[in-house]
């Protein structure tokens, strides 16, 4: 495809002078690009296929980068990438070296504000918006875009509270798609089906909003007066043909918009040139297709969230894979919670709006009224799961390692005080590849193993994970963290038969001489390649797979003081108060016969995106990396 207007356009500068018609045609183009580009340099592609119009248009009306512009999550912001100079490395995108899958402040003045988890766009903007006022600048605009999947998330309602009544400068705009990765959920979302698919309420608004004319510049205090009369006169009008006692946002304080085509150039552009003037809080609802432009990504957007390779004119995705790999740990867990609440009727699963992703949709699909998506709310999926475990259920509450970190009040003040039976599964421990430092799951052991009553295990593999699922929810167990990471597991012949692990017991996995390997969960296996290549080379290493990272085995920790006297830890996880550090303090404390310690893991920097190999190396925990240590 020739893109006679893209390959003009190198900053939103470009944008000012094209005709509607012209920035519908660069949408066109904009559009194929990336569905191009991404079909053989994977991303996110559903999420900016959505708001390519959107992005145009925004570009276009306002004045970035003065002009604040802050996308939430920001898998939707490849377009936005791509209009603001950084088109001939778009092909980099998420990998080594390469563009961030993510806005990222330190990669262009026009990424506002570094995002990859969701619902933070809004108290964002809202501190700019604020900074702005504290610093005379009253005319700049902020805007935070944000989904109807991302505003279900806690802080989302926290900041659109504070906003409502700041009078700052901001403008909200949501993305009404139904989706974020999987289904959005909940109350919100029948809230806006109802708001758009009310024909009489859009009219009225449209009407509104003519009346207005969005001009508040040049009202007279007469006319002010009337036209607020006006507004309160129609405020309850639409809240009567929506059913409810008000409209959500403007009770908030907001002045709502909408909704309209999120599509539609004209619309777009119209409605955005007025509220650029407007002065307060507004929150305009746009309604687009995720996957828009695709066939393929609009019927089924959750697989082409981040599809891989595909076909760029058919959709059809390019296995990458062989058929006879080891299954995701994911996959892992989905099959074995499915077979364990067979046979004890207490276990539900609840995931914070990461059904697919966390392969819990498989228990969704079998056993519905057991299994939980809370939407994009990882402190609620916490608390919900505690209050069901505080009245005889047994939770298996599934969070993505890094989303945990928001919830880490509640794992400590709702689960952990209470000595509740609850299994938190943390899924993508460790470095995840692509996604980079937002997602890595870096942190959950140095934060999880200070809190009191945790038990905190790691699976080496497949069997090892079943074995401790089913541990896990055996009478009587408590709070009970087990951490696995993104990816394929290593065996083929996964479905073992499971069995009760001794809580605080590691294993030896091979006895040495010379130096001792002491590791937590999968790279465990790094440490067996490591030792086979060390001893062919003559040298002797013992291998030992700790299983828990609280409690501690330190009757196999003094037997290993005993045999080796140099040591070295190896963790999928931050050096600083992690694993490693745990076996330190212990050996600290125990005085007498200590041996040399050396800790492999990720050292105390945030690592960037790219293949979990390349990022193994970089860390110092891939094979090469261990025998070197191992060596020195």
């Known amino acids: ?180 990765i999987d289904k959005s959920v909940g109350g919100l979302s029948r809230y806006l089906t109802k708001v758009t698919a009310s024909r009489r309420y859009n009219d009225l608004k449209n009407k509104v909003w003519d009346t207005l004319d969005g001009d508040e510049q040049n009202r007279s205090r007469g006319k002010e007066k009337g036209l607020n009369f006006f507004q309160k006169m129609a405020y309850s009008t639409k809240s009567a043909l929506l059913g409810h006692q008000n409209n959500l946002f403007e009770s908030l304080g907001f002045r709502y918009f909408g909704p309209i085509d999120g599509h539609n150039m004209e619309d777009l552009l119209e409605v955005l040139n007025k509220l650029r003037k407007l002065k307060g809080p507004k929150l305009l609802h746009i309604v687009t297709t995720k996957g828009k432009g695709l066939p393929a990504a609009e019927e089924n957007p959750t697989v082409f969230h981040a599809p891989g390779k595909f076909d760029a004119e058919t959709g059809e995705r390019i296995k990458t894979t062989a058929s006879n790999m080891p299954p995701k740990y994911q996959d892992v867990f989905g099959r074995t919670i499915i077979e364990l609440a067979e046979k004890n009727p207490k276990i539900v699963g609840i995931t914070p709006a990461m059904p697919t992703g966390c392969s819990l949709n498989m228990m969704m699909a079998e056993m519905p009224d057991r299994a939980f998506d809370v939407g994009i709310a990882e402190q609620h999926a916490v608390t919900f799961a505690a209050g069901l475990a505080a009245q005889g259920q047994l939770p298996f509450c599934n969070i993505y390692s890094s989303f945990m970190q928001r919830a880490y009040d509640q794992v400590i003040h709702d689960v952990a005080l209470q000595n509740l039976d609850f299994v938190l599964c943390l899924d993508r421990g460790g470095l995840v590849g692509d996604d980079g430092p937002t997602h890595h799951g870096a942190f959950d052991m140095a934060c999880l193993r200070l809190v009191p009553n945790l038990t905190i295990m790691a699976p080496m593999n497949e069997h090892e994970l079943r074995n401790m699922m089913y541990t896990a929810q055996l009478p009587g167990k408590g709070p009970v963290v087990i951490r696995y990471p993104r990816g394929n597991g290593v065996l083929t012949d996964w479905h073992n038969e499971m069995l009760e692990l001794p809580i605080g017991k590691g294993r030896m996995l091979k006895e040495g001489r010379e130096v001792a390997i002491v590791s937590i969960g999968h790279i465990g296996n790094s440490a067996m390649e490591a030792a086979a290549t060390l001893e062919a080379d003559g040298i002797s290493v013992g291998v030992y797979d700790m299983r828990f990272v609280k409690p501690l085995d330190t009757a196999l920790l003094d037997q290993i003081a005993e045999r080796y006297d140099r040591v070295i830890t190896l963790e999928d996880g931050c050096l600083e108060g992690g694993f490693g550090s745990a076996v330190l303090e212990y050996y600290s404390a125990k005085g007498g016969k200590t041996p040399a310690v050396k800790r492999l893991g990720i050292p105390d920097r945030f690592i960037t995106h790219g293949t979990i190999p390349q990022l193994q190396q970089e860390c110092g925990i891939d094979t090469t990396s261990i025998i070197a240590a191992v060596k020195a």
């Open 1 to 180: 495809m020739q893109y006679s207007l893209l390959e003009h356009i190198e900053s939103p500068a470009d944008l000012k002078s094209l005709s509607i018609e012209d920035l519908k045609a660069l949408s066109g183009e904009l559009r194929q690009y990336i569905i191009s580009t991404l079909s053989s340099h994977p991303g996110h592609l559903a999420s900016g296929l959505g708001v390519v119009e959107l992005t145009v248009a925004l570009h276009a009306v306002f004045n970035t980068p003065d002009d604040k512009l802050v996308w939430d999550v920001g898998h939707q912001a490849y377009a936005h990438k791509i209009l603001t100079g950084r088109r001939n490395r778009f092909s980099t995108i998420r990998t080594y070296g390469g563009l961030s899958g993510f806005p990222k402040m330190t990669e262009s003045e026009y990424d506002a504000f570094g995002t990859g988890h969701s619902s933070t766009s809004i108290s964002a903007a809202l501190g700019m918006a604020t900074a702005s006022k504290l610093q005379g600048n009253a005319s700049r605009q902020h805007i935070a875009v944000i989904g109807d999947g991302s505003m279900t998330g806690g802080e989302a309602f926290e900041a659109l509270n504070n906003a409502g009544v700041s009078k700052a400068n901001i403008l909200v705009i949501l993305n009404d798609n139904g989706i974020s």
